[in-house]
């Protein structure tokens, strides 16, 4: 299952709402997962299961879509939440992910 | 708190084997996945295969056959082996508990069926090259 994300650069100031998207290659349903890395570190999980929020992650941070389209929003952006964002789909093996996403500042 | 901590050879020869082992600390073993992810230099992650508590092990097949993972209970440790290594496998290596898809989605499957989902805790990564 391919999963493709746009864009792929993202500029941004704080403040800003800002959107992502994921689409596969395939129905899904629901079974997609949403990662924050930065540099030199690794991936966080931020949502499972298309929209909920893993314990932790601050409310800022949403998810919706089911199906084959998806979006990740962070509703006020933090200086702290510049990085790359990265999907997953978890709905058949080889899971896979994608090529991600990079936000940086404006 | 769930920790995982590996270790391995960082720098390799082309055509050795890669070898990594990563340990658990806090937390169950048992009813998770424990996963090797790897990503490239600059690039995206790459999901390399998992294990659960049992030793059933998936593989993603764009390695051709090229991994083994293993898992050790009696230390709460799970192993990665990837043979015949080139310049492409060079890359940071993360370790990765997969959460279980029956207990994430109430699906009340036998452990026989259960599957992974999404990863909640993961390594710090090590960087393994390799170079000639």
């Not at chain 1, 290659?25 to 299961?49: E, T, V």
Request: net charge neutral.
């Amino acid at each position: 299952i391919q999963l493709t994300q746009s864009p792929s650069f993202l500029s941004a100031s704080v403040g800003d709402r800002v959107t992502v998207t994921c689409r596969a290659s395939q129905d899904i349903s629901n079974y997609l997962a949403w990662f924050q890395q930065k540099p030199g570190k690794a991936p966080k999980l931020l949502i499972y299961a298309a929209s909920t929020l893993q314990t932790g992650v601050p409310s800022r941070f949403s998810g919706s879509g089911s199906g084959t389209e998806f979006t990740l929003t962070i509703s006020s952006l933090q200086p702290e939440d510049f990085a790359t964002y990265f999907c997953q789909q978890f709905n058949d093996y080889p899971f896979t992910f994608g090529p991600g996403t990079k936000v940086d500042l404006k | 708190q769930v920790q995982l901590q590996q270790w391995g050879a960082g720098l390799l020869k082309p055509s050795e084997a890669l070898s990594l082992t990563c340990a658990v600390y806090g937390g169950s073993f048992s009813g998770y996945f424990w996963t090797w992810i790897r990503q490239p230099p600059g690039r995206g992650l790459e999901w390399i295969g998992d294990t659960n508590h049992a030793g059933r092990t998936k593989y993603n097949a764009s390695l051709k056959g090229r991994v083994t993972i293993s898992v050790d209970t009696s230390k709460n440790q799970f192993s990665l082996n990837l043979d015949s290594v080139t310049a492409t496998d060079t890359g940071v290596f993360y370790c990765a508990r997969g959460m279980s898809l029956s207990s994430l989605y109430n699906l009340g499957l036998p452990p026989s069926l259960d599957v992974s989902s999404a990863f909640d805790f993961w390594s710090q990564g090590t960087l393994v090259t390799v170079s000639s």
